[in-house]
Nanobody, 119 residues
Framework: QVQLVESGGGLVQAGDSLRLSCAAS????????MGWFRQAPGKEREFVAA????????SYADSVKGRFTISRENAKNTVYLQMNTLKPEDTAVYYC????????????WGKGTLVTVSS
């Protein structure tokens, strides 16, 4: 069983940056695909970014491409989401997901961290 804990959220102004972390415990995630998702108030959860087990394969939602960067540090069992040039529409609860089989089927989820971007 994998436990995921997100951190790094907060209240920032438009144009600011934040780095989210997702720390895993209970099992190594070195061979797992990992992803970040977000859910804004009144909206469904949406995909933000994903990274393969080696860190060389990444993908992003069009809305964050060029502003967000996903990375991982397997030695620390941690995945990151660097968010630059934040916009008010990035306001959401951000969740980390673990994909044990590398097929975008996220089996494990954290409880999320809130990011609020003021204009």
């Amino acid at each position: 069983q994998v436990q995921l804990v997100e951190s790094g959220g907060g209240l920032v102004q438009a144009g600011d940056s934040l780095r989210l972390s997702c720390a895993a415990s209970g099992h190594t995630i070195s061979w797992y695909g990992m992803g970040w998702f977000r859910q804004a108030p009144g909206k469904e959860r949406e995909f933000v970014a994903a990274i393969g087990w080696s860190g060389t394969s990444t993908s992003y939602a069009d809305s964050v491409k060029g502003r967000f960067t996903i990375s991982r540090e397997n030695a620390k069992n941690t995945v990151y989401l660097q968010m630059n040039t934040l916009k008010p529409e990035d306001t959401a609860v951000y969740y980390c997901g673990a994909d044990p089989n590398g097929n975008r089927n996220y089996r494990y989820w954290g409880k999320g961290t809130l990011v609020t971007v003021s204009s």
